[in-house]
């Protein structure tokens, strides 16, 4: 493989440099973060064990940053693989904060990387299981999947959603999903693929930061009323990422890996009513 190829990972945290580590070599890795210190720390690691990479400060609220760093891929080579792992937690964030980064900044890297998009790149978007939790209406989940990105924060299901940053996750992380799905036909003309990953509780530390918040007793007992009885790694997340920007998934686009242990089955099938 050409070192001209490009890998941009967004979000230099576990999840993020497991998919480094697992999709970048030979490749150049092009990983972007907000914090430049988690970022250089990030990068020399990684080329502390041999990877090609450039390291560029982003920040995924910001359209405007979000262009640039798909430029700046395209300067950089041929983009092969976008993976966007960025993103923020209920536990940790505001609801502001929350909309702003997972909603609205979801929808700048898609839209980035859908005018730059050359046949044969495939971009995944990193949800969560916490979108299957959502409960609105075909309207409000048409609104979410297809209004322009800078006008997604005005919507009545965004406005509406009051102070609460679990909902407003919820909110985000399906709009995610939908936004995808709708994406896929773009991307499809330009010979590129367009999917999402969708997470359940994976150990890092993000999710430490949940099992710690007033909701983590509850997170946890899922995962052993579920069967799986562990967290996810974010290595098996990374598998996902790398099935998905491979040869082996040329024919799946606009849609949702679940890889959750099995929580979303339970939460349908099998929790006590």
Not at 114 to 128: K, R
Not at 148 to 177: F, H, M, W
Request: charged letters at 15%.
């Amino acid at each position: 493989m050409s070192t001209s190829d490009v890998v941009v990972i967004t979000g230099a945290g576990g999840m993020g440099t497991a998919v480094a580590r697992r999709i970048g070599s030979g490749r150049t890795v092009l990983l972007a973060d907000a914090f430049p210190d988690h970022l250089d720390r990030a990068v020399a690691a990684l080329r502390a064990e041999g990877y090609r990479v450039l390291g560029r400060v982003t920040d995924i609220a910001d359209q405007t940053s979000v262009n640039e760093l798909a430029e700046a891929a395209t300067a950089a080579g041929r983009p092969t693989a976008v993976v966007h792992t960025a993103g923020v937690s209920a536990a940790t964030s505001t609801v502001a904060r929350i909309l702003e980064v997972d909603l609205a900044g979801t929808a700048y890297v898609i839209d980035a990387f859908e005018q730059l998009a050359v046949p044969g790149l495939s971009v995944v978007c990193v949800a969560s299981m916490a979108g299957h939790y959502a409960q609105l209406s075909p309207a409000a989940e048409r609104a979410l999947a297809i209004t322009p990105a800078g006008e997604l924060l005005t919507l009545d299901v965004v406005t509406s959603l009051g102070d609460d940053p679990v909902a407003a996750y919820i909110v985000a992380k399906r709009a995610n999903q939908v936004r995808v799905q709708a994406a896929a036909l773009a991307y499809n003309r330009r010979g590129a693929r367009i999917n999402t990953v969708s997470p359940g509780v994976v150990s890092t530390a993000m999710a430490q930061a949940e099992q710690n918040s007033a909701s983590g007793e509850q997170m946890m007992a899922m995962l052993d009323a579920c069967g799986i009885g562990r967290t996810g790694t974010p290595a098996e997340i990374a598998e996902a990422a790398a099935f998905l920007t491979g040869p082996d998934s040329r024919y799946i686009t606009g849609t949702d890996l679940l890889v959750d242990g099995g929580q979303a089955a339970w939460l349908r099938w099998h929790r006590p009513r």
